[in-house]
């Protein structure tokens, strides 16, 4: 049976808190996946009280880290060591980061070893980043530089679906070819959300079976004890029925 995360952020915790311990005691979900917000140790108590499995999630460029620049790489370690006291902590199993924005592969690669962290795993992304954010180049989003990053690194894998469609889209490549690809890379883990077209470059976070994913050809790919997040939109701040749903469409596959 596939095991479930819940993806919240480490500053939920005046909202989705309550309702994140009443959905597992009720075995909606498996395990919380946690993106450490930059400088907010001081909410590590509250995550400290669950008992709840985690997964942690490190910052993306968006809160200042790049892995894929030289020039970050002092910012990037001290953000780490923010993401690794959570880790700690929290006993978390893995710890997920993005290949950064621009910049270039060998340096997302350096400076992932450099952290020498046993947890890491890296997640694939789309070819260019959201308009909104720029739409610079993401690091990681093709086979080669995922290729890259594992073999100078040492680190594990977190597939996204939703990532790998807008990546194959960027590059002409067939969409569900380009998934099975990638699983030569044996994933330690998954993300899963729905997206609007298959051939659309820029993610989405769309709900389970709203969208345009052929979710036969992902049952295909995925082992029966897979570990899988389900980064779904959250609709409202009160609850997370929304996130039920999503639960119960992927339970039905």
Request: glycine share 6%.
């Amino acid at each position: 049976m596939y095991k479930l995360g819940l993806k919240l952020w480490s500053i939920n915790t005046d909202y989705y808190y309550a309702e994140a311990l009443r959905l597992y005691e009720a075995g909606i979900y498996d395990y919380i996946e946690l993106y450490v917000v930059p400088d907010t140790l001081g909410s590590l108590d509250h995550w400290l009280e669950l008992e709840i499995p985690f997964i942690i999630h490190a910052p993306h460029f968006a809160h200042g880290f790049n892995l894929a620049k030289q020039e970050c790489a002092q910012s990037n370690l001290k953000l780490y060591r923010q993401v690794k006291e959570y880790a700690d902590a929290l006993m978390a199993e893995y710890i997920i980061f993005h290949g950064g924005i621009e910049g270039n592969a060998q340096e997302t690669a350096a400076q992932l070893a450099a952290f020498a962290e046993p947890r890491a795993l890296i997640e694939n992304k789309p070819f260019r980043a959201l308009p909104s954010m720029g739409g610079e180049r993401c690091r990681g989003a093709t086979v080669e530089e995922i290729e890259l990053i594992k073999a100078e690194s040492g680190c594990g894998f977190c597939f996204d679906f939703g990532h790998a469609l807008c990546s194959a889209a960027s590059q002409g490549i067939e969409a569900y070819a380009f998934l099975e690809s990638l699983m030569q890379f044996e994933p330690n883990m998954y993300h899963l959300t729905d997206v609007a077209e298959v051939s659309d470059e820029y993610d989405k976070h769309w709900h389970l079976g709203t969208g345009a994913i052929d979710y036969s050809k992902i049952k295909e790919l995925l082992p029966e004890d897979a570990l899988i997040t389900l980064e779904t939109d959250k609709d409202s701040k009160e609850n997370l029925d929304d996130y039920i749903a999503d639960v119960k469409f992927i339970r039905q596959l």
